[in-house]
């Protein structure tokens, strides 16, 4: 397993697209199961005002550096060849090695129709892909009758790989909430936010330059200045000044996990 970075007290995966896609291909063959949080500046800031949500980022099988700011604490902290883990990339990844083995995968999330289409486009993209299913959840938290029968559905397929794109902290307290109801499935639950918008096509990504600059961002905030001008004009500040404090040894900020059993 990589080594964890202490970002603001959330363990931050400290590795490249190529180990985690190893990683992952190496959970879903043993079956291991577990969650993965595709974390950024947002996640990380989000962690600050809950501590629930802290104890979920750090108790997840592997929690990724998905913003370029995370990438560069990383190799400062850590050194050695770290990159950024990026949701749409992870999905494209995992979705092209696993058509030869026979990976199967299940779409959960988005607006109506995106996880159909998201599967649509994929598989046009890799023939031969095994999807299992799709699911297009209400706007709100399952009940738990329904997640009863979310969970006896995965429980009767076993992906390997269940994608989950509800946006954090949505998606990530879903999936700890979901995890152990599906324990015996070996399936490896991802939680990749706007990947499921950008792989179906129905939201414009930022040029990859931008992506590799830090400034995804910035493109983001021009498309939906209305939703993410909080996030990004305040958050963004405070993540700035919560770090220098923890550089300078300021402000201390512990890594909490809960302890793992056996």
């Known amino acids: ?35 993965v949080c595709v974390t950024g500046v947002h996640g990380v800031s989000e962690a600050q005002r809950d501590a629930g949500f802290k104890r979920i980022l750090n108790d997840a099988f592997l929690n990724t550096t998905d913003g370029m700011p995370l990438v560069w604490l990383a190799k400062w902290r850590a050194g050695g060849d770290i990159g950024r883990v990026y949701g749409p990339d992870l999905m494209l990844a995992l ?12 779409f959960y999330g988005g607006g109506e129709g995106t ?39 995965v429980n009767m397929l076993k992906p390997r790989f269940f994608w989950v794109g509800l946006g954090a902290p949505k998606q990530e307290k879903f999936m700890a909430q979901f995890a152990p109801r599906i324990a015996g499935s070996g399936t490896v639950l991802l939680g990749v936010g706007a990947a499921f918008d950008f792989l179906s096509g129905r939201a414009r990504q930022a040029p990859r330059w931008m992506r590799r600059c830090g400034l995804e961002w910035f493109f983001r905030l021009c498309m939906e200045p209305r939703r993410l001008w909080r996030r990004y004009l305040i958050n963004n500040p ?10 300078l040894g300021l402000k201390r900020y512990p890594l909490e996990e809960t302890p793992r059993k056996g």
Request: hydrophobic share 50%; with cysteine; net charge positive.
């Open 95 to 106: 979705c092209e090695a696993g058509v030869e083995e026979g990976l199967t995968h299940f």
């Open 238 to 247: 405070l993540f700035v000044l919560r770090v220098t404090l923890q550089l």
């Open 1 to 35: 397993m990589p080594p964890k970075v202490n970002v603001l007290g959330v363990g931050v995966s400290a590795m490249n697209l190529r180990v985690a896609t190893t990683l992952l291909l190496d959970a879903a063959r043993a079956g291991r199961g577990g969650y």
């Open 115 to 153: 996880a159909g289409l998201l599967a649509e486009k994929l598989g046009a993209r890799f023939p031969g892909l095994k999807v299992a299913g799709v699911k297009t959840p209400p706007f709100r938290e399952l009940d738990p009758a329904e997640l009863a029968v979310l969970a006896a559905r």
